[in-house]
Each structure stands twice: as C-alpha cells, then as structure tokens.
C-alpha cells in the first residue's frame, strides 16, 4: 500500500506570513521534542473561520497548549502582515482576520465583524457564533 500524505507534507504551511510568528515556536517545540524521542507529526497548518488551526498528531498537552494559544491569538493579528487586526465578514460571509491595509490591498469588501454579528444573534437570543463554530437558529 503507498504512503497516505497529510495535507501538511502535500501542502506546507497554508496561512500567509503575517501568523508565521505564531506557528514558528510550536514548529521549534516539536522539533526539540521529537529529537529527543517523541513522535509528533504536524498533520496541518491552515486558517479557518478566520482563526489559525494547527493539526498535530501524538502530542503532549505542551504542545496542544501552545496550539490553543497560538490560535487564540490569531483573531487579533492579520494574516498577511501580522498587524493588529480583528474578524471581518465580507459580503459573501467569508471570515478573514486582517488589518484595514490588507483588506484593501486585497479589495475584500467588509459587511461587518464576528463581534457585531455575535452582538446581534446574542440579542436575538440565538447561538453566538464562537470560534469554530457555526451559527444556529433556534426553532420555534
């Protein structure tokens, strides 16, 4: 049977240089660990719902920790250059994390933010949209 390939080894790192600094000491702790035994494989590096997600396999708490934080601190950096920024919806209700600048370098039209969006179902007494997690409309 051929080898099944992780997205990371067919793909690499799949978010722009701007959270680079996020992933770098996560990429280094594994690294150390691994040289000193372990098995820890990266199974992918990607941004969704705007947020950065790192999959990995056979970690420590340690390193899942680092990860939860890492992508705690995605929401308020943007992707493309690492300044501070915050989760925007655009028009079609993709969720970037980027700095004013980049929105416009990248033309994204912007109809609001996750927090407004949050604002507003959360008055509604529907469920908020939180990190990775999908908007649900109550039943009557």
């Not at 051929?2 to 959270?19: A, C, H, N, Q, R």
Request: with cysteine.
């Amino acid at each position: 049977m051929s080898k099944l390939y992780t997205p990371f080894e067919l793909f690499g790192i799949e978010v722009d240089k701007g959270w680079w600094p996020l992933v770098e000491p996560i990429f280094n702790r594994i690294k150390e660990l691994n040289e000193a035994g372990a098995h820890i494989e990266i199974d992918q590096v990607k941004e969704k719902w705007g947020e950065l997600c790192v999959c990995v396999s056979g970690a420590p708490d340690e390193i899942h920790d680092m990860i939860r934080e890492a992508e705690k601190k995605s929401v308020h950096i943007c992707e493309q250059c690492g300044k501070p920024a915050e989760r925007v919806i655009n028009e079609h209700s993709w969720i970037y994390t980027l700095c004013p600048d980049c929105l416009k370098e990248r033309d994204i039209k912007v109809s609001g933010t996750v927090d407004e969006s949050n604002r507003r179902i959360e008055e509604a007494g529907e469920c908020s949209l939180s990190t990775r997690t999908v908007q649900i409309r109550k039943t009557p």
